[in-house]
């Protein structure tokens, strides 16, 4: 039996959106810009998807521009914001502290290149406050960019708050909603943002498929020069199968809405509980209010993290050290850093992050596991001597 708890890493494609892909990928292989019936059919099955995206955040499909996933739509966003108010004398960029890689490293290739930047610190909670922004913006600011949850430990963002701040002091306002879409209700209106980023494998879709969402009226310079495609935001033929999953993603996403982020919570509550009263010494990091229903992040104290994690792969059971793009390297999470834990409590942190196929039993063998595995981690850490005691 192998259990997959890494649904914010990636989720498996949901089978109704492989199906659509497989069709796709067999029957429109159309050209979506030539004129002919084959490529206005791709062009037909592109005009669903952007409706289906456009439905699932409350936007017009008008405004969705198609891009290959998470990462170029904040690329897109905060790149594309700069360089079209480059002229502003609006020269200053704000994120929080918490941000995913993609925001944070675009930030600091824009600073390399004379732009300002400020990120927001965040409390023990991993949520940012209004105060922290109003603190940070002034009259230079052209764009804040506020995720709505964060990805090693769900922390929802008032997104809605700071971006009436923002706005106050005219300044535009990203989010990137990668790892809150299909967990709570999203609608760019009540967010009250200008740009919204989403990736479809995060919500049972392919990778390599997301959009950005930019409010009529708010201009970006595009990444990517070449064609005309999707409405001068991105040239290069689109990549219609992909783009189909993430179409039909959307759809399914809005469609379980209104369950399955009750039923997974009541499945990591599960696992949270019983991690808690049957390991001693686990402490979840982060407010665990408000945050997404399907994610806990925990440290187990006087544990390696990359040990556990192992160890539970050994068992079947597939979890993650903070962000899928930092495993593979003792670099303590930036995130729970940000958050002020000790560095010995970011490297015992393991996140759990639910999905579609998660079970009760399944639940239920992770946290009889975990006891065991914990106690002999901790047991061959108490006999390995210190270096240098010899
Ligand atoms: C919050 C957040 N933003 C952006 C990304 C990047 O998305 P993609 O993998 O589609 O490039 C991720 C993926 O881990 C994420 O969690």
């Not at 990928?25 to 159309?30: I, K, W």
């Not at 004129?35 to 952007?50: N, S, V």
């Not at 809150?180 to 009250?192: A, Q, S, T």
Request: proline share 4%; net charge neutral.
């Amino acid at each position: 039996m192998r259990i997959y708890l890494d649904h914010n890493a990636t989720t498996p494609v949901d089978p109704v959106v492989a199906d659509a892909i497989a069709a796709a990928l067999r029957d429109e292989f159309g050209n979506p810009s030539s004129i002919h019936h084959f490529g206005q059919r791709a062009k037909a099955r592109l005009d669903d998807a952007r409706t289906a995206v456009a439905a699932l955040v409350g936007g017009d499909p008008s405004e969705i521009v198609f891009t290959s996933g998470g990462t170029e739509a904040d690329n897109f966003a905060l790149r594309g914001v700069a360089e079209a108010l480059e002229t502003t004398g609006r020269r200053h960029l704000i994120a929080t502290a918490i941000e995913h890689e993609a925001v944070l490293n675009t930030l600091k290739a824009l600073a390399r290149r004379g732009w300002r930047t400020t990120l927001l610190p965040v409390g023990e909670s991993g949520i940012v406050s209004a105060a922290a922004l109003d603190h940070a913006l002034d009259d230079e600011t052209a764009l804040v960019s506020v995720m709505l949850a964060n990805n090693e430990i769900g922390t929802i963002q008032p997104v809605a708050e700071l971006a009436a701040l923002a706005h106050a002091r005219g300044a535009l306002v990203h989010t990137d909603a990668v790892q809150g879409i299909g967990k709570v209700p999203v609608d760019v209106h009540r967010l009250g943002v200008d740009l919204l980023s989403l990736s479809a494998h995060k919500f049972g879709g392919p990778k390599g498929a997301g959009a950005l969402w930019i409010r009529r009226g708010v201009r970006l310079v595009a990444l990517l020069t070449g064609g005309r495609h999707e409405r001068n935001g991105r040239a290069g033929t689109e990549n219609v199968p992909a783009i189909v999953g993430l179409g039909a993603a959307a759809e399914a996403a809005r469609a379980k809405l209104a369950s399955e982020p009750e039923r997974l919570r009541g499945l990591r509550d599960r696992l949270e509980r019983g991690i808690l009263e049957r390991v001693a010494g686990t402490a979840v990091n982060g407010a665990t209010e408000p945050r997404v229903a399907n994610t806990t992040n925990i440290s187990f104290d006087g544990v390696e993290a990359e040990s556990l994690l192992i160890a539970l792969d050994l068992e079947g059971i597939a979890v993650s050290t903070g962000s899928a793009c930092s495993s593979g390297t003792l670099e303590p999470s930036h995130v729970l850093r940000a958050m002020g834990l000790s560095p010995h409590r970011s490297q015992n942190a393991i996140r759990f992050s639910l999905g579609a196929g998660n079970s009760e039993a399944e639940i239920d063998r992770v946290v009889e596991r975990l006891p065991d595995l914990v106690a002999k981690l901790r047991a061959l850490a108490a006999g390995r001597t210190p270096v240098g005691r010899r």
